[in-house]
Nanobody, 124 residues
Framework: QVQLVESGGGLVQAGGSLRLSCAGSGRTFGRYAMGWFRQAPEKEREFVAAISWTGANTDYADSVKGRFTISRDNAKNTVYLQMNSLKSEDTAVYYC?????????????????WGQGTQVTVSS
């Protein structure tokens, strides 16, 4: 069993920054890819960013490239999402997820474990 707990969400003005954290436990955290997804009201959950098990490879949705940065600290079993230049359209519940293997993927179905989510609200 894997537990993922997100934190760091909140209310921020457009143009501001937030840093999300996701603490993992229950298996060897460092051997698996991790991802961030988000879901806005009445919309489907969408991919935001992913990182391979070593952190050497990352991928981002086009909508967040150049503004968001995913990183991980395997010694702390934690993955981060630094969000800069936030826009109102970034408002959503953000979820972290643990992949099935070491290679990153953007596909929702390739992630087996999910956190409970953290709300990010960007006011314009």
């Amino acid at each position: 069993q894997v537990q993922l707990v997100e934190s760091g969400g909140g209310l921020v003005q457009a143009g501001g920054s937030l840093r999300l954290s996701c603490a993992g436990s229950g298996r060897t955290f460092g051997r698996y890819a991790m991802g961030w997804f988000r879901q806005a009201p009445e919309k489907e959950r969408e991919f935001v960013a992913a990182i391979s098990w070593t952190g050497a490879n990352t991928d981002y949705a086009d909508s967040v490239k150049g503004r968001f940065t995913i990183s991980r600290d395997n010694a702390k079993n934690t993955v981060y999402l630094q969000m800069n230049s936030l826009k109102s359209e970034d408002t959503a519940v953000y979820y972290c997820a643990a992949g099935r293997g070491p290679i990153l993927t953007t596909l929702h179905r390739e992630y087996d474990y999910w956190g409970q989510g953290t709300q990010v609200t960007v006011s314009s």
